[in-house]
């Protein structure tokens, strides 16, 4: 299955957190999200997230000023 | 026998075992301060707690109540005291002074408008989607009480209570935080 994009371009903590948990919420285990943000809090936001709440965090990189963050539902 | 104790044994310990898991899940704020600045701080917290799947009780005391007031709060029904308070006191997020930098009251629209700007979400919303998430919030019946503020006179849904009800939540969570 393709990877469900979300673009969080523009938005400030906690903001962020909080859509990609909203998200992550509803799908099923296994689905994949590739998360983008400008905010430069949300590299460590993201991975202190996928931490507590079990879901994996596959990959992150860096483009500018935009951070991608691929998550793998638990 | 032995293995039925033995089964009793494992189940005790089972129960134990989810009593101190069940902690793991669980933010207890205390919500004393006023301050706009503060009161952010604690809504961003109990949103980012929220947002990892925790259960989060915000026990609202004093100050605090001003920023769960509805707007619309008026003075009917209250002794000469209790009024003055209400009309000295700001109702609702929107309305809330912050620690510093306050100058009368310039400074939380600067701080309003550099948020802004920022595309910071606003107190208001942070509260409204906590409260989508979960959050059970508790206002301080004493501190009501002292000040004259009625159950009607703060945003719905939240429910009353005690020191009681605040510590027994705290004992219940391994984290607990006092804004």
Known sequence: ?74 | METMELDKTVQELQARVDKLESKNSKLTMVLFSGDFDKVMAAFIIANGALAMGKEVTMFVTFWGLDAIKKPTMGTAGKNFLEKMVTMMRPKGPAKLPTSKMNFGGIGPKLFHYMMGKKNVESLSSLIDMSREFGLRIVACQMSMDVMGIKAEDLIDGVEFGGVAVFLSESYGSNTTLFV
């Open chain 1, 1 to 74: 299955m393709a990877a469900q994009k979300l673009d969080f371009k523009g938005m400030s903590c906690p903001m962020p957190i909080m859509k990609t948990a909203i998200a992550v919420k509803k799908a099923a285990s296994g689905d994949v999200f590739e998360v983008v943000c400008d905010d430069a809090g949300f590299e460590p936001d993201v991975t202190a997230w996928c931490k507590e709440t079990g879901n994996i965090l596959t990959n992150v990189s860096k483009s500018g000023k935009d951070i991608t963050a691929v998550i793998t539902k638990k």
